[in-house]
Every structure is written in C-alpha cells, then in structure tokens.
C-alpha cells in the first residue's frame, strides 16, 4: 500500500514501535488480537488497527501540499478537513479558511472565494451542487480532491447499480458530510433513499412486506429520498452501500435484511434481478478497525479510553462497541485527563462533555484498553498514554517492552 508523507507532528515515539512491531509479525493483517504493554503499574491493551488510515493519510498529505505549494495564494477547505479537531486546528494555524461548517452552514460567502484561489475538497467529498459552485468560478476541482478513494469506490459502484436499474439505498447519518455527497452522487442517476439503522431498515422491509403503504413510507423518510421518488416502482430492485463510517456489521445486516425481503417476495430463483450484493463497497479500515475492537472485548480491562474527534462517526462507534463491556471514556485529547480522579469524557447519547471521577481504580496494576478513530493521529494517543503514565508514577521505559 502506498505510504504517504504526513508531518512528523503527527507521529509518535511508543506508537509507532507498537504498529512497526506487529506489521513485521503480521504483515497480511489477519492478526487481530491486541498489543500489550506493561510498564509495571498499569498495562495498555492496544488495539490491533486504529489511527489514520489510508484515505485520512492522503488527505492530509494533499492539504500539506496544497499549502507549502501556493504559498501566496488563498487556500479554503469547503470544511473540516476530517473529524479530528487538532488536524483542522494546524490547517487554520497555517492559514486555512473552512468555507462551511460540518452541518453545511456557510462560513464565509462564495463571493470572497474566486478562480485564483486553492480550494481543498475534504476526506468525504462533496456534493455535485457544491462542485458546480466551484466549477463555476474556474476553480481546479480535481487538482487538491482529497476524497477518500474508498467513498469514492461507493459512488463508482453506485452508478453501475444505477446504470443497471437500480434503486440506492444509503446506509449512512442523513447529515454527515459523506451521507450528503453520496446522495448527491447517486440520485444523479438512479432513485436514492437513505436509511440511517436498523430501525429504519425494518420499516423499509415492512413496506416491502406489504405492512406500510407508499404514503407512510414517505412521511417516514421524508427528505431523505430522491426527487419522484415512487415506492411502488422504485423499491422492486435495490442494492444497499453505505457512509464508509458506519457500523460494518449493521451496513451488513440492513442488507441481509432487505436481501431476506426480496427472497419472501420474489423468490431466490430471481433474487439476482431484485438484489445487489454490494458488500464489495465496505470500507477496509473501518472493518478493520471494528473487527479488532471487538477482539478487545474478550480482555480483563478495568477501563477503555477512545481518542478522537467528538463529530467523528467511525470513533462514535468504536465507543458504542465498547461501552457495554468496559467503564469508556471518549476524548479528544490528552488534556481531558484532570487528574488521576478525573476525567473529561465525551457522553456520545446525551452529545456532552461530561467530568467523571474516580476513573483510574485504585489498585496495584490498572489495566487499560486504548483506541482511536481513523481521523486520530497516532502523536494523540502517545500523549495519553504518557499522561497516565505520568499520573501514576510509572516510569516510561521501552526497555522490557520488546518494541
């Protein structure tokens, strides 16, 4: 895989042994068990995959690029550049302008932005709408693209489906910057409908079951299908993608879902003219990702930490999967660690910061499971880890660490 050149800020000095270590013993990936170590006090259990991946790692190199290249002209980013407040924050240090927020809302006015200007396209894309504006003003659209390849791959394959009759459903967060480009991509050219869990997915299936009539299917899902969007006609034959960030497992069970659906009304002998099996379009990394976080699951932990951006989705759900098992804590950064009493943990149900005492158990050896999102640079969770270390006393030695 291609390796990118990103700044040395975001590298680390234990991380980046732990992730060196393991690619030489497990170069395919197939390993999904977690690194371990102990420096006497406490022991992290760190997770197999996590950190910037590879869309993350191209978008970053191409904004550093964009910058040290045009170095009098006016460089925007449509909006974050991904979900990690410390990358964005370097990229407005330098001098980069968000032209719009994470929901959309506008920043600045397209009047200030005009066809001697650097306009970055962010790690999620962007809409065909917000394309044409900058095609418009003769802006170079392809030259600083930063979307993600794999969101990307879901587009591509999105058409084929639409170019084959298709209808798309989109396994995504309706207001997710990545949600919203994908639906711009492929209602372009084929009937779109998105459904953001399990729980919409079933009132789909009702409806394809015959238990939902066309006009409460689009009450339920209104503004978040395609224009002339017809029930009747446009949910015969689908295929299911997905917001690369999302659940891997539930983008898979609302396809078995739907797919089940089919079956019951069509029959499987023509199961192939109802249904796309599209699990070819599931992100890597977010499946890698999840899939080792569940490994963490079968630990003895005392505690989970997850670092990463508060907005970032495929970080939310690392927690989700955490949460049941482990007392977790979701933070930004280093810093939201007060004390070894207190911590500032981001509550991803009530969407606040909230501070909780007592999160370091008072005990001989205190053993902690870490992760972090792929938007998380992997300097972030070196400087939790240091910071716990700190707190507890503990010396930071690689010595009898085997790295």
Same mark, same amino acid.
């Given at each position: ?159 084929? $489906?639409?170019?084959? *009759?298709?209808?798309? &459903?989109?396994? %995504?967060? /309706? !207001?997710?910057?990545? =949600? ?116 963490? $699951?079968?630990?003895? *932990?005392?505690?989970? &930490?997850?670092? %990463?951006? /508060? !907005?970032?989705?495929? =970080? ?88």
């Amino acid at each position: 895989m291609k390796k990118f050149d990103i700044p040395s800020h975001y590298k680390s000095p234990i991380i980046s042994k732990v992730k060196a270590k393991r690619q030489l013993e497990d170069p395919r990936k197939k390993d999904f068990s977690p690194s371990y170590l102990d420096f006497g006090s406490v022991e992290f259990i760190i997770s197999r995959h996590f950190g910037f991946c590879y869309g993350v790692e191209n978008a970053i190199e191409k904004s550093y690029n964009a910058i040290q290249n045009n170095p009098d002209k006016k460089i925007y980013l449509l909006s974050q550049m991904i979900h990690n407040p410390s990358v964005n924050e370097d990229l407005q240090s330098m001098g980069v302008e968000f032209i719009q927020d994470t929901a959309g809302n506008q920043l600045l006015s397209w009047d200030k932005v005009n066809s001697e200007d650097i306009v970055i396209i962010p790690a999620f894309g962007t809409t065909l709408e917000t394309q044409e504006i900058l095609e418009k003003k003769g802006i170079d659209v392809t030259k600083y693209n930063t979307t993600c390849p794999f969101v990307e791959k879901v587009w591509n394959r999105s058409a084929k $489906l639409g170019d084959d *009759a298709h209808t798309i &459903i989109i396994h %995504g967060k /309706y !207001n997710h910057e990545e =949600t919203k480009a994908t639906f711009s991509h492929t209602k372009d050219n084929a009937p779109s409908l998105i459904v953001k869990d399990l729980h919409e997915a079933q009132f789909l299936v009702d409806y394809i079951h015959g238990k939902k009539d066309s006009e409460q299917l689009l009450v339920h899902f209104e503004g978040k299908y395609s224009e002339g969007f017809d029930p009747v006609k446009d949910l015969t034959r689908v295929g299911v993608v997905n917001q690369t960030t999302m659940l891997a497992t539930e983008t898979q069970s609302i396809a078995d879902l739907v797919k089940e659906a089919m079956i019951a009304k069509y029959g499987q002998e023509v199961l192939k003219d109802h249904f796309a099996d599209t699990r070819d379009t599931l992100c890597y990394a977010t499946n890698d990702n999840q899939t080792a976080t569940l490994k963490l $699951l079968e630990e003895n *932990a005392d505690l989970s &930490i997850v670092v %990463g951006g /508060y !907005n970032s989705s495929n =970080t939310t759900h690392l927690v989700e999967l955490l949460e049941p098992e482990f007392p977790t804590y979701f933070i930004k950064n280093s810093d939201e660690i007060i004390s070894t009493s207190a911590i500032r943990s981001f509550n991803i149900h009530s969407q606040e910061v909230e501070q909780k005492d007592k999160f370091l158990p008072e005990k001989e050896k205190t053993r902690i499971i870490i992760t972090s999102g792929a938007s998380c640079p992997d300097a972030s969770v070196d400087e939790v880890i240091q910071k716990i270390l700190g707190l507890k006393k503990a010396p930071i030695s690689f010595e009898n660490l085997g790295l």
